[in-house]
Nanobody, 124 residues
Framework: QVQLVESGGGLVQAGDSLRLSCAAS????????MAWFRQAPEKEREFVAA????????YFADSVKGRFTISRDNTKNTVYLQMNSLKPEDTAVYYC?????????????????WGQGTQVTVSS
């Protein structure tokens, strides 16, 4: 049984940093394209960042480029999202997702597995 468990969310002030973690079981993160999506209240879920299964390439939404980084620790089978210079508009539930390799990273339908989400709230 595959499980993706996110953690690390919370309430922070604008300008602060947070690191989200996505601990995987039942799959090997280095064998999947891994991504983070987010959904703000009354908005559709949107792509945030992704890392290819080989871990060579990373991709980011324009809204987070230069502020967020995505990484993976194969020894812990965990994917991370480091979020710096947080803004109130980053407030959302953040989801971790796993897709078979070489997928269209921004297409949610390509992702086979999803976590339950972790809330990030950024106050101004």
């Amino acid at each position: 049984q595959v499980q993706l468990v996110e953690s690390g969310g919370g309430l922070v002030q604008a300008g602060d940093s947070l690191r989200l973690s996505c601990a995987a079981s039942g799959l090997i993160v280095s064998s999947f394209d891994m991504a983070w999506f987010r959904q703000a209240p009354e908005k559709e879920r949107e792509f945030v960042a992704a890392i290819r299964w080989r871990g060579i390439s990373t991709y980011f939404a324009d809204s987070v480029k230069g502020r967020f980084t995505i990484s993976r620790d194969n020894t812990k089978n965990t994917v991370y999202l480091q979020m710096n210079s947080l803004k109130p508009e980053d407030t959302a539930v953040y989801y971790c997702a796993a897709s078979p390799p070489w997928s269209d990273l921004q297409n949610q339908r390509h992702y086979s597995y999803w976590g339950q989400g972790t809330q990030v709230t950024v106050s101004s």
